[in-house]
């Protein structure tokens, strides 16, 4: 009942979401209306960030309390996280074609968005490829810890090396001095999208729950 | 040495293990009869913590196995299907491989005293690859002779032992129990067995149908016990 | 030397000892090496200019080809007559395993590499002996990275279905710092220039080496463990 409200929470507040983007939000000087997409994008990598952040918080609780649980908020909020993460690719894929002219660009953040995808989607097939349940959370739980350790290696590494081989031809999407309508757009479409999460989150780890209990009982 | 109470496993929905609770006092050995498929492996692996019961409750030699396994491990040591051997390494590095993992003294002399013990000093030095897989199983008793556990795990100890072998294992086994050790022997035929037990246990379907004293019944007793419990058995 | 030390030495001589008289996983990997040799040679091109402006990226790349091969080796002999259970009973510090693995598949990558590195010097003609010690830092930072990883998730896959596949899926993703970190400090070190040059992708190296040697020897005995 309460997971039902919080879906209409969230529905209500991507409304408010949209409505802000397109009618508080003013036109961005230099890009134009494109950059509205921007209340998709940022949202959803920091939805996607809190996704793993939760993997690594349930993979440490699976380990330390052997706890069904536990595994069962890791292997949704990596579901979520890869989701959002390829909201994220997608939405900044768009974005870049009429800003840089191409669908792709080795920018940093972007590339280190593609590697955290394709690391949790590896997540995701050991998950499927291993059938004792028990197991399963605890190689799934070393694969989400070593993962989230890795996150701020790889950014800084990425970063780096783009530093190296195109020393400031790109410029980050996002204009540097956020003015404060965008940054209140951008607040509400967060909100927003973080609802949205935790109520899928919710379902899903209802669903992992019933799962278990057919398995098991 | 071990006080098992209600212990039940299933593997996907299936009990394997269905409410099994029995004790064995330091000093004693109980054999496990069963046929094929009574659960005997599975519950000698709960008992060496191996597999996690379900549900249950298991202390072993003073300690909650299911919450310590690490301080049940130090006190056990397990002859298992598998003989632990590596097939690259000679009887005598395996002996020593495993002596050093298990925190034992390795000195050389003492390891050809233990291959001695299982007749194996004439190939110490061969690899393991050529070897039958009964001499492999002696390298495994070997091995559990060097330790210093309090509590023996056996699955099937007597398969590939020739007549001589059977009886070293005996001997052993009534040694390692006037020591105060403890024994579980778990097996599908008498052989051997009888003579070192104190207790008899027969597991069907996953249930304890009998746990008697081993004095209480004559060997034709137990063979028509046996059959009579066991028959038509799940599996 | 303790008890952790003497296990962790034991499982390391074992594996070493196992992989001497075997030979299965050098020889092999010595072959693929050359292979790959030929591969990059036929796939670039006979311009040496442009396979010297990729060499450091061909090298790592070989590398990590063989690191996929060969650092589940160590696993495959714990499958026969059940090692790894006997393994998950020894009392003690499970971390220890790890330890002697994770030695052993450096041992076995370090070799691999140098002859990898002295093929890639005469076929390529790049002249190694000024940059060898430079070279060899760089060498040692990534191996280490690549082995932590690799061996504690080859420990997993080793009983996973379908491992082959798995391995990778799971490994490279995970590998992409060290991986343009090494690259990146040996374009450096071939082209001449001093070590210091490198320092801050060296740094990066060992930072991320400490934090999967620890990540390693913490989780070791959740793979281990029945």
Known sequence: ?217 | MITAAGLRKSFARTPVIDGVSLEVPAGTCLVLLGPNGAGKTTLLRILATLVRPSSGSLTVAGVDALRSPEAVREAIAMVAHGSYVYEDLSALENLRFWATMGGHDASEGRLLAALSQVELEAVAHERARTFSSGMKRRIGLARVALGRARLLLLDEPFTGLDRQGRKWLSEFLLAFKGGGGAVVLATHSFEGALGVADRIAILAGGRLVLDQPAADLSRDDLRRLYDDLTEGSPR | ?226
């Open chain 1, 1 to 217: 009942m309460r997971t039902r409200a919080l879906g209409w929470l969230a529905g209500l507040a991507l409304l408010a979401g949209l409505a802000v983007a397109f009618g508080y939000a003013p036109r961005e000087a230099a890009q134009g209306n494109v950059q509205r997409i921007m209340y998709l994008h940022v949202p959803s990598i920091l939805t996607a960030y809190l996704a793993f952040g939760l993997v690594l918080l349930g993979s440490i609780g699976y380990l330390a309390t052997r706890g069904k649980a536990w595994d069962r908020l890791a292997a949704s909020a990596a579901e979520l996280g890869v989701l959002f993460t390829g909201v994220t690719i997608v939405t900044g894929s768009i974005w870049g074609k009429p800003t840089w002219g191409t669908w792709w660009t080795w920018d940093a953040r972007l590339t280190s968005t593609a590697v955290l995808f394709l690391v949790y989607t590896g997540y995701l097939l050991l998950r499927g490829m291993v059938d004792e349940p028990e197991r399963r959370g605890r190689y799934a739980a070393v694969v989400g810890i070593v993962g989230a350790a890795n996150i701020p290696i790889v950014h800084f590494s990425v970063k780096w090396w783009r530093a190296l081989h195109q020393p400031s031809t790109i410029l980050g999407p996002e204009p540097s001095p956020i003015a404060a309508p965008i940054a209140t757009a951008l607040l509400v479409n967060w909100v927003a999208f973080t609802l949205l999460f935790v109520y899928f989150l919710a379902r899903r780890i209802e669903i992992a729950r019933l799962d278990d209990g057919a398995v098991d009982a």
């Open chain 3, 1 to 226: 030397m303790t008890a952790y030390g003497r296990r962790a030495w034991i499982v390391l001589w074992k594996d070493l000892l196992t992989e001497r008289r075997s030979k299965e996983s050098l020889n092999a990997l010595f072959f693929f090496s050359l292979l790959l040799l030929f591969l990059f040679q036929f796939a670039l091109g006979p311009d040496r200019e442009r396979l010297q402006a990729a060499l450091p990226g061909l090298l790592w790349l070989g590398f990590v080809l063989a690191g996929l091969l060969g650092l589940g080796r160590v696993f495959i002999a714990e499958r026969d007559n059940d090692c790894w259970e006997g393994l998950l009973l020894t009392p003690g510090d499970k971390s220890a395993i790890y330890l002697g693995k994770l030695l052993a598949n450096f041992v076995l990558m370090t070799v691999v590499e140098v002859v990898l590195v002295g093929l890639f010097g005469v076929f390529y003609n790049v002249d190694l002996w000024g940059v060898l010690g430079p070279l060899a830092v760089v060498l040692f930072l990534g191996t280490v990275g690549l082995s932590a990883v690799g061996t504690l998730f080859a420990a997993m896959t080793a009983q996973v279905r379908a491992r082959e596949l798995l391995f990778p899926v799971l490994l490279l993703p995970v590998q992409v710092p060290v991986l343009l970190a090494t690259v990146s400090a040996t374009q450096i070190v071939l082209g001449g220039q001093p070590l210091a040059e490198a320092a801050s992708w060296l740094k990066l190296l060992a930072g991320a080496d400490v934090v999967y040697l620890v990540i390693g020897l913490l989780t070791f005995e959740f793979i281990l463990d029945a």
